[in-house]
């Protein structure tokens, strides 16, 4: 088995494991209530983006060669859409500029609590416009780089018309910026914001509560349970920091930067396909752990994660026991 067929294996696995995660967590989302509406909303986008990504991902590996119709128009439209992965795009683009609105969301409901309870659908608004340029941006160039020519769907870097090049190379550096670079500055430093200002809370309610109560508390409580107790939130808080942060530094480097130099003529990007498709295998990878990461950030979602597998292995080992009898 060659390395083509094994990053193609691995790629088709993980979409289909992401599209299964993905739904699961758009499911519980549509029962847990996870914040406010507008939170709710955008972490639902967010598993929709990652979804689809994986799931075109894992048809590509099904279909990995555009089929002709013998129609100009739909070959035309199968060659932009299907060749080269690019079908694949607008997942990841949706999924990290949501990524922001979410980093945005959690800061702007800490530091204007009125603000953002009263304004909820003009964030949305906003928000929503927010995505919807983003991938109009960073996805229409790359149409133009896929392109018929007596029935073959090639696939060009550096364009025939200027202009549209010198736009392909903005559009490549941007791709980095707004998918790669502005996602994990976001959520690091808008978190870091937050986790502050939660301890600062912590510190300010500490120092103003009457003595008399934290006596008659003492003697329910030891100062370390109630230690634990305030830095809790801010633990998860950090923890899921940490490990979004990780995963897209880690997922979508090696793709985000390949992309741009191939643009640049650095790199051979279409010569070497291995290379090419575990830079998008990674970033699959990082839509099918990063629902998990949601799930799992609060107690309550992460208990009905944990009762739904245990039903559904519930009622398959019932079923497997059914089927067994004579």
Aim: glycine share 4%; aromatic share 12%.
């Amino acid at each position: 088995m060659n390395a083509g067929l094994l990053v193609r294996f691995f790629i088709g696995t993980v979409g289909v494991i992401g599209t299964i995660t993905n739904t699961i967590a758009f499911v519980l989302l549509l029962y847990h209530k996870y914040g406010s509406k507008l939170t709710n909303i955008l972490f639902r986008a967010q598993c929709v983006y990652e979804g689809f990504g994986c799931f075109i991902m894992f048809l590509r590996q099904i279909f990995p060669e555009v089929a002709l119709t013998n129609l100009i128009f739909f070959d035309r439209l199968f060659c932009m859409l299907w060749s080269q992965d690019n079908l694949f795009w607008p997942g990841p683009i949706l999924a990290a500029s949501n990524l922001v609105c979410i980093s945005l969301d959690r800061l702007i409901a800490v530091f204007r609590p009125i603000f953002y309870r009263s304004r909820q659908r003009f964030l949305l608004l906003v928000f929503t416009s927010y995505n919807v340029i983003n991938v109009l941006v960073l996805f229409t160039p790359q149409l133009a780089r896929r392109q018929l020519v007596n029935g073959t769907c090639t696939f060009h870097f550096v364009l025939d018309d200027y202009r549209l090049n010198i736009l392909g190379s903005i559009q490549a550096y941007m791709l980095v910026l707004f998918t790669y670079a502005l996602p994990c500055l976001f959520i690091i430093t808008s978190h870091a914001i937050i986790i502050w200002k939660i301890r600062k809370i912590y510190k300010s309610a500490l120092e103003n509560s009457n003595p008399s109560q934290i006596r008659t508390s003492s003697s329910t409580s030891t100062d370390d349970d109630q230690e634990q107790l305030r830095s809790s939130p801010v633990r998860r808080l950090i923890i899921m920091t940490v490990i979004l942060s990780t995963l897209y530094i880690i997922c979508h480097s090696m793709e985000a930067f390949t992309y741009a130099l191939a643009t640049s003529g650095v790199l051979n990007y279409i010569d070497n396909p291995v290379q090419q498709q575990m830079g998008l295998g990674l970033m699959v990878l990082c839509g099918c752990i990063s629902p998990l990461v949601i799930a799992c950030s609060t107690k309550q979602l992460l208990l009905k994660v944990v009762n739904t597998l245990r039903w559904y292995a519930k009622i398959t080992f019932t079923r497997m026991a059914v089927v067994s009898q004579p």
